[in-house]
């Protein structure tokens, strides 16, 4: 099968199965989230009639959760997930922290650690939710004062401790609230399967997909990656594409595709960043258009799933331009995208 058309599906591009912002989180195990308001779009896309309402209600409710679970980089997950995704990738994640943490001098002993966080609970427990600036003040009126870069890292070290998780839905700010008011309490996940249970969810979602683009996503070792993919092996379908072996869950879907298809991509879209073989869906001479080597990635145009463009917003209005040579696109295709778009900023 084409790998253009299975990710389209699988990624609910094209064709979407689902209505609530919810359920498409999670089928998709882990979602980009770097920029707070354009993930917004990356998840309502995905949805039958797409809501920014719904998604911010889902949002609120605890069954969509934002923080810093695999490759240290803010995702989108489920809220039923989001604890056995934190005990799946901690480790790695605290390591990666710490080298932070030493590039930039920083160092924070347990004590003050331990310290900070009280400051943080007791707030939560009084406020319900907090902002970056909330947790500045209560830590002053503690007598404790620190720039924004080591209250950063106070924050995140909250989230790997299992305290924090994403609060409210606000227009411009990230807030946190605590986990244990946030998320109902769930039963552990042994690691076996865990890795399973990822594995699934990666490759029904964003197959066809390598192993390596596995081990990118999830940022985990390529030994447990290995471990969820053999376990979940009698479920996958093998694909070879151009000399990589490719994987598909058997219960993926092959049909829906229909050429002419216009797709307002995101920033940090699953669709790009959840694979290290991007040439699937960009050709290498225009990768520079849809990303730079520092991992800067800017919304895109699609058309039959392949970059073709960029778009920006300015005035809440989308704008396109095309950069690959000999494509024109389809007016009709782009004022429905267009109108989806907006549409969507308005519900």
Request: aromatic share 10%; proline share 4%; net charge positive.
């Amino acid at each position: 099968m084409n790998p253009v058309s299975a990710r389209l599906l699988g990624q609910q591009l094209i064709c979407p199965q689902f209505v609530s912002p919810h359920d498409v989180v999670e089928w998709m195990g882990a979602m980009q989230a770097q920029e707070y308001r354009m993930v917004r779009w990356a998840v309502g896309m995905r949805t039958k009639k797409p809501s920014a309402k719904a998604f911010e209600k889902d949002y609120n409710d605890g069954r969509i959760v934002r923080g810093h679970l695999f490759r240290t980089t803010w995702q989108l997950v489920a809220g039923e997930d989001w604890r056995w995704m934190l005990e799946l990738c901690r480790d790695n994640a605290l390591r990666g922290l710490s080298g932070w943490m030493t590039s930039s001098g920083v160092s924070i002993p347990r004590a003050e650690q331990d310290a900070v966080q009280r400051i943080f609970s007791d707030f939560l427990e009084r406020n319900r939710i907090a902002r970056k600036s909330d947790f500045a003040a209560a830590l002053a009126e503690k007598g404790i004062t620190m720039d924004d870069h080591r209250l950063s890292y106070h924050i995140r070290l909250g989230e790997y401790s299992g305290l924090l998780c994403s609060g409210d839905l606000f227009p411009m700010k990230h807030s946190y609230a605590l986990v244990s008011e946030k998320l109902p309490g769930r039963s552990p996940v042994p690691r076996d399967e865990a890795l399973a249970l990822l594995a699934r969810k990666y490759f029904r979602s964003h197959g066809t997909a390598t192993l390596e683009d596995f081990v990118w996503w999830s940022g985990l070792g390529r030994g447990d990656c290995r471990q969820g993919l053999e376990a979940i092996r009698g479920e996958l379908v093998r694909e070879d594409w151009k000399g990589l072996v490719m994987y598909r869950h058997q219960d993926a879907r092959t049909r829906g595709f229909r050429r002419g298809g216009v797709i307002l991509l995101p920033s940090y879209d699953e669709y790009l960043i959840g694979y290290k073989s991007r040439q699937v869906s960009v050709h290498p001479d225009h990768s520079h258009h849809a990303h730079n080597q520092r991992g800067i990635f800017w919304p895109v145009v699609l058309l039959d799933g392949v970059v073709v463009g960029n778009w920006s917003t300015p005035g809440g209005v989308p704008g396109i331009e095309v950069f690959h040579p000999g494509v024109e696109l389809d007016e009709d295709a782009v004022l429905a995208e267009t109108a989806r778009y907006r549409k969507f900023m308005r519900k």
